[in-house]
């Protein structure tokens, strides 16, 4: 069964760039079907999608969010990263990594493996 | 963008069924997915492709979806259902969730 753990720093200041790495255990990233996806609570307990990668780095990203966004993908150590430039207090959450399977030919996707989620504030 | 829209909260009796909606525009031509998240945990889900359940998932929970309306059925609810539900469809390239609504077992 696979599982994910999210791990980053859990402060960021406004106006720098938030980091975090979802490592992968009881598989390798390269052998699944997913896409390895980003998804984020906010203390208002609102879920927003933010992006998802696939192993071969091809991308989706929530247009909202595209323009600060940078997914990236290791295959070696099993793991992908969020890079999430200029934050502001709007941008602390809880941030969940999850295994993300979509389906081109029908037009669905959906999260069933979850990390634990990683708090970051986003504060001075 | 598309909405997604559920009620805050649901109320329902032990060993009575619950239904929570999530109202869309034209949804019963997507896909909707739903996720159970209890305080303090991840979310799990509970339903995808509309109807299916992921193994491990209880039978008592269902889900249908037509018109502008899919709904989460919980059949014999238990105090152990008591949680927040999310909705979740994929339109126009970006995936969107509901608002989430809170189910409360008295």
Not at chain 1, 14 to 42: A, F, H, K, N
Not at chain 1, 43 to 57: H, N, Q
Request: glycine fraction near 10%; include cysteine.
């Amino acid at each position: 069964q696979l599982q994910l753990q999210e791990s980053g720093p859990g402060l960021v200041k406004p106006s720098e760039t938030l980091s975090l790495t979802c490592s992968v255990s009881g598989g390798s990233m390269s052998s699944y079907i997913y896409y390895w996806g980003w998804i984020r609570q906010t203390p208002g307990k609102r879920l927003e999608w933010i992006g998802s990668i696939f192993y071969s780095g091809y991308t989706y990203y929530n247009p909202s969010l595209k323009s600060r966004v940078a997914l990236s993908v290791d295959t070696s150590k099993n793991q992908f990263s969020l890079k999430l430039s200029s934050v502001t207090a709007a941008d602390t959450a809880v941030y969940f990594c999850a295994t993300d399977y979509y389906d081109s030919s029908a037009s669905y996707r959906y999260f069933d493996y979850w990390g634990q989620g990683s708090l970051v504030t986003v504060s001075s | 963008s598309y909405e997604l829209t559920q009620p805050p909260s649901v109320s329902v009796s032990p060993g009575q069924t619950a239904s929570i909606t999530c109202s869309g525009d034209k949804l019963g031509n997507k896909y909707v997915c739903w996720y159970q998240q209890k305080p303090g945990q991840s979310p799990v889900l509970v339903i995808y492709e509309d109807t299916k359940r992921p193994s491990g998932i209880s039978e008592r929970f269902s889900g249908s979806n037509s018109g502008n309306t899919a709904t989460l059925t919980i059949s014999g609810t238990q105090a152990t259902d008591e949680a927040d539900y999310y909705c979740q469809a994929w339109d126009s390239g970006t995936v969107v969730f509901g608002g989430g609504t809170k189910l409360t077992v008295l």
